[in-house]
């Protein structure tokens, strides 16, 4: 048995209504084929070798419980379907069928917990691997592409399929948390987040009321920039104020929220991967499972001008301590006072550059549909749910609302300002030639940003 993490309690706090239809997916597309034989042999190794694949749960007085199966009980799901003689059209149709019916197939109680499907056609094949999300996270699926590439070479060589060598298991990793959950170090934590769960923050201006938020009525709005722009947000814009690509997304997602609510406090609730160093001698650096840190963050957009609110918002975000991941721990394992559930209507969450991990000299991202990775009637957690990837060397941001909340026009509207707010601050930025200090960049701690510019100003006259 495995304790839960903080991440999975609240999976089954939230009592989705179909919760063994909540996966993440890839689908793969290989051009010269694959070997059916070597998927299934590479698929096999994966699961013998990552303990969370095995993960089954079960309900024992109201209670949820964790459980590995072991290896020999473990035998990967994988089926081929043969596509050939299809045109695009039917092939397309005929994909999204299956890969829906793979998606929804997914059992709790019984595994497994990853189910992959072949489908071979005369342009190649197409591989698709849906894993219930209880058990993987964006980095887990780093590793398991990684693994599953050097894993396919072996196969291809018949030899051993041998992975790297692993690093600790999730559960001694829960185990861990569980005992970090009563340290001194963050029980500290505690008054940062009760405040931040009081803050009064903008309501969003919906078009219309809801009762409840239902998968099936979402839909999505994309905006992307430029190869060019997109350089620039990555490389350039952070040299005058020493920023991360978060505080420049937050500083254009601040402003477009402030001139849309007429408000300055903007609520977001944020996700990082979780795997801070907050344990030591505890190495999860190859270890699959979900370690996800969901908290809020409240944006004090007040200030007017650029300069004012990147420094305003990198401060913000540097003042979060572990970078999140205490705020789950004490609500959920803790159980601390005043960490009762703050949950702001916006999420973000920048997932970083994908092209390059889900393409290797045999493989690529395919262009098919991957099918509903969430039952449609389960709930949609937020009125607007904002996720920004790089692909194909641009930045795109995705932007998820709710039909019944948000007329589509009201919503292009915004990622409109959102995008003429980033290009406003990449601008501003890469045209600065100073670099400008925040307290963040020194170790004195509690420095404000005032006091920082008094000790500039006195270093300055000094100097004359």
């Not at 993440?24 to 990552?50: C, I, N, W, Y």
């Not at 999505?220 to 920039?225: A, I, K, P, R, T």
């Not at 420049?248 to 402003?255: D, F, K, N, P, V």
């Not at 292009?412 to 045209?431: A, Y």
């Amino acid at each position: 048995e495995v304790i839960l993490t903080p991440i999975q309690r609240w999976f089954f706090e939230k009592n989705f209504a179909n919760k063994h239809h909540w996966n993440q997916s890839v689908m793969l597309h290989a051009a010269k084929g694959f070997d059916p034989e070597r998927v299934e042999k590479t698929l096999q190794a994966l699961v013998d070798h990552h303990d969370a694949l095995r993960m089954v749960y079960r309900e024992e007085n109201g209670d949820i419980v964790q459980a590995y199966k072991p290896i020999s009980e473990s035998k990967v799901s994988f089926e081929i379907v043969d596509l050939y003689g299809s045109d695009e059209d039917m092939l397309k149709n005929q994909i999204k069928i299956l890969a829906d019916r793979l998606q929804s197939s997914l059992d709790l109680q019984n595994g497994p917990l990853l189910k992959a499907e072949q489908y071979r056609t005369e342009a190649g094949d197409h591989l698709l691997i849906a894993v219930h999300h209880l058990v993987v996270d964006g980095v887990s699926w780093r590793i398991l592409l990684e693994d599953f590439a050097s894993g396919y070479v072996q196969a291809e060589k018949e030899e051993n399929i041998v992975f790297p060598q692993k690093t600790n298991s999730f559960k001694d990793w829960a185990e861990e948390l569980a005992a970090f959950s009563q340290s001194a170090h963050l029980l500290q934590q505690a008054a940062y987040w009760s405040q931040i769960d009081a803050e009064q923050v903008s309501p969003l201006p919906k078009d219309y009321e809801t009762e409840q938020r239902i998968v099936k009525h979402t839909s999505s709005v994309l905006c992307e920039l430029t190869e060019e722009d997109t350089k620039h947000l990555l490389t350039d814009v952070h040299q005058p104020y020493g920023t991360e690509i978060n505080d420049i997304l937050l500083s254009a997602l601040g402003l477009t929220m402030k001139e849309w609510t007429d408000g300055a406090k903007i609520g977001i609730n944020l996700e990082g991967h979780g795997r801070e160093d907050i344990i030591p001698n505890v190495n999860i650096s190859r270890t699959v499972g979900w370690f996800t840190a969901q908290y809020p963050v409240v944006l004090d957009m007040s200030e007017a001008d650029a300069s004012a609110v990147i420094k305003s918002v990198k401060e913000n975000l540097r003042r979060i301590p572990d970078k999140g991941v205490g705020y789950g721990i004490l609500r959920y394992v803790t159980e601390a006072e005043g960490t009762k559930g703050f949950t702001p209507e916006i999420s973000f969450n920048y997932l970083g550059q994908f092209d390059s991990e889900v393409k290797t000299d045999f493989f690529e991202p395919s262009a098919f549909d991957m099918g509903r990775q969430v039952s449609e009637e389960s709930e949609a957690l937020y009125a607007l749910s904002f996720s920004g990837m790089i692909r194909n060397g641009r930045f795109v941001l995705s932007c998820s609302y709710n039909e019944k909340e948000f007329e589509r026009a009201t919503v292009e509207e915004q990622m409109e300002r959102f995008k003429e707010n980033l290009l406003m601050l990449i601008r501003h930025c890469t045209e600065k030639e100073d670099k400008e200090f925040t307290p963040s960049d020194f170790s004195a701690e509690d420095l404000g940003m005032d006091e920082m510019g008094d000790i500039f100003d006195m270093l300055e006259e000094n100097l004359k």
